[in-house]
């Protein structure tokens, strides 16, 4: 017999690499960029997909003008790889972080 088992839904996971990368500190929101009334045609701005028990994740966030871009996407992806990781405890394939825009 073997242990306990955790199953997690995509929501979940969509939910908690939101907010990890809403806790970086050049992260203005997780969105696309662009204005608002084309939000509805690009998607969300979280996508996960499981392959081979790993999840591959893909977020787009608006950086806080006058961030480092280049440091915000890479403590946003290792903030949605820890969370990921550490508290939900699955295995991890890609994080991808893409900055979509500057905001206001």
Same mark, same amino acid.
């Given at each position: 017999?073997?242990?306990?088992?955790? !199953?997690?839904?995509?929501?979940?996971?969509? %939910?908690?690499?939101?907010?990890?990368? +809403? /806790?970086?500190?050049?992260?203005?929101?997780?969105?696309?960029?662009?204005?608002?009334?084309?939000? @509805? @045609?690009?998607?969300?701005?979280? %996508?996960?997909?499981?392959?081979? &028990?790993?999840? &591959?994740?893909?977020?787009?966030?608006?950086?806080?003008? =006058? %961030?480092? +871009?280049?440091?915000?996407?890479? /403590?946003?992806?290792?903030?949605?790889?820890? %969370?990921? /990781?550490? +508290?939900?405890?699955?295995? +991890?394939? !890609?994080?991808?972080?893409?900055? &979509? =825009?500057?905001? !206001?």
């Amino acid at each position: 017999m073997s242990g306990p088992v955790l !199953s997690v839904g995509r929501g979940v996971i969509v %939910a908690m690499a939101r907010l990890a990368a +809403l /806790e970086v500190p050049g992260v203005l929101r997780v969105a696309r960029g662009g204005s608002q009334w084309r939000a @509805f @045609f690009r998607g969300a701005p979280v %996508a996960v997909r499981t392959h081979d &028990d790993q999840v &591959d994740i893909r977020v787009w966030v608006v950086a806080r003008p =006058g %961030a480092n +871009l280049a440091e915000v996407s890479r /403590e946003a992806r290792i903030a949605v790889a820890g %969370a990921i /990781e550490r +508290l939900l405890g699955l295995q +991890l394939g !890609s994080v991808t972080v893409i900055v &979509d =825009g500057i905001g !206001s």
